[in-house]
């Protein structure tokens, strides 16, 4: 995966508090949740590298409906959405490693990616032509987000002139699931919550202690090529939801 650091920062800030994205309490009972470690009470001033407060809160809103909260985080809690946003500012958000060069024509789900612009631009003129839905995906209930992330991951109809709604559903998709299990030195995964759900126990480097030990459990918690136990030291961004 591509260098999280590199790419221009955009002068936005939020709050670092989930406030709401339509999920019913999560910033009430996140800080109970096993392997969170949030605080809920601070401020986060920290900048998007990539995304603006209303790109981040509808990645928020879509990103949790695909994976919400349950006994683990929801993808947003995970830090989804922060992977997202160093993606989309890294080299797979300028396109490094595709074949940019026409001819520039539909293909088939197995020919992958097949726009004449990066992903970043696929995904900042996507999301800013779903916000215009009225109410948008941050204003809908449960159900109502569900119903609506359906539809686009079956509609036939295009968002922009050059973006068809299955390819980016396709692109979100793929960047969520990637965010909630990558190692978390890609800033998603964060204390590991797609590794415990999966039971993955990570990139334990040896196992020198327990080696002789046979036919017993090893319950050995999951750990990241970084060999960080809490699953990274930056804490995920948390969105608060727009009046």
Not at 52 to 76: G, H, K, N, Q, V
Request: hydrophobic fraction near 35%; glycine fraction near 10%.
């Amino acid at each position: 995966m591509s260098n999280p650091c590199y790419g221009r920062k955009r002068g936005y800030s939020r709050r670092a508090v989930l406030a709401q994205v339509g999920l019913g309490g999560v910033a009430a009972t996140l800080g109970q949740l096993r392997g969170v470690r949030h605080a809920f009470a601070q401020d986060d001033g920290r900048p998007w590298y990539f995304l603006d407060d209303a790109e981040a809160r509808w990645l928020a809103a879509a990103c949790d409906t695909l994976i919400p909260e349950d006994e683990y985080p929801s993808a947003s809690q995970a830090g989804v959405v922060d992977f997202i946003d160093f993606q989309l500012a890294s080299d797979y958000g300028a396109g490094a490693g595709l074949y940019m060069d026409g001819p520039h024509q539909s293909g088939t789900p197995e020919q992958g990616y097949q726009f004449a612009f990066p992903p970043s631009d696929l995904f900042r003129n996507a999301i800013d032509a779903l916000l215009q839905d009225d109410p948008p995906l941050t204003e809908l209930d449960a159900e109502g987000r569900h119903e609506a992330l359906r539809g686009l991951s079956e509609s036939e109809d295009n968002l922009t002139d050059d973006i068809p709604a299955q390819a980016f559903f396709t692109e979100l998709r793929t960047l969520t699931n990637q965010g909630y299990f990558a190692d978390p030195i890609h800033l998603g995964n964060h204390d590991y919550a797609g590794w415990q759900m999966v039971g993955f126990p990570g990139a334990h480097a040896y196992y020198l202690s327990t080696v002789d030990d046979h036919n017993r459990h090893h319950p050995a918690p999951p750990m990241g090529v970084a060999h960080d136990r809490s699953g990274g030291s930056s804490l995920p961004r948390l969105i608060e939801r727009g009046e």
